[in-house]
């Protein structure tokens, strides 16, 4: 296994920006896919994130021409032939706890995708809360192709994002498509000109290390849920997210900066 602490090659790079932070995937020679050390640096990075009260935005991108392939399939591969590798703890141990920390997360997360997004990577992404795309990045459900189900939510991303038709003519065909298509289909929020990626990225975590931090958290937690919630849980929901939104000082400030008709000056208190 490769060390966590290998400062010439680590899985993952981090950056402290002003009020947020940027993750990026750090393996391009395999096209950022997983494997064990990539999962737990990036674990750590996201906990450090959360825990940062300054941080009140996350962007994930990837190294290289790639964002992500998903699982590293060279550690995969069964030792002889007709050996079964069977699988079910990776996503117990590493991809599930993933996606479900980033919906969780607190604070929105941005995800720039520079190419191909692969397999686990392709969901990785859909699990952020803004999806931007180069504009010759592409996404395949790379999994049907070798037997395998989409995981780490994409058989509960794809149905909701692109609807039942798309979701089952993406995962079983597993053929890819454009960032173009991608966004036209729902999948993602844009797609941008590939020169303009990183400045855009840069460009809308600004925007949200200056925003009411505590209300985008409530916001992506009552659309998390909505998923799952009927219209009377949701009416329900929203009382008591909106209840804890207005006793937050970001919300009073908001008021007072409309009617003082000047740009509100937002504390991020989460
Ligand atoms: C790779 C990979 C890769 C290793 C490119 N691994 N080396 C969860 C739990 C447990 C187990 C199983 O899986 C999961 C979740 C999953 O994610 S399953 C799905 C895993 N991913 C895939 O099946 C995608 C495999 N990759 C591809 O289909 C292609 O590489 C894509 C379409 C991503 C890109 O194609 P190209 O642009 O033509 O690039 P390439 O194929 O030439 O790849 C470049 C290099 O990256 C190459 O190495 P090489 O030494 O020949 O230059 C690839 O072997 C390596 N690579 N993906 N997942």
Known sequence: MADLKDINNPPILTAKR???????????????????PMHLALRVALMDAEADKECRALLITGAGRGFCAGQDLTTRLANEPGEARVLGGALEAYYNPLIRRMRAMPIPIVCAVNGVAAGAGANIALACDIVIAARSATFVQAFARIGLIPDSGG?????????????????????????????QWGLIWKVVDDAGLQTEADTICQRFARAPTKGLGLIKRALNESASNTLDQQLDLERDLQREASMNPDYQEGVRAFFEKR????SGRR
């Open 155 to 183: 058989t509960w991303f794809l149905p909701r994002l692109a609807g039942d038709a798309r979701a089952r003519g993406l995962a079983m065909l597993a053929d890819a498509i454009s960032a173009e298509q991608a966004e």
């Open 18 to 36: 002003s009020g947020y932070r940027i993750i990026t995937l750090n393996r391009p020679e395999r096209l950022n896919a997983f494997n064990e």
């Open 263 to 266: 740009k509100p000056n937002y």
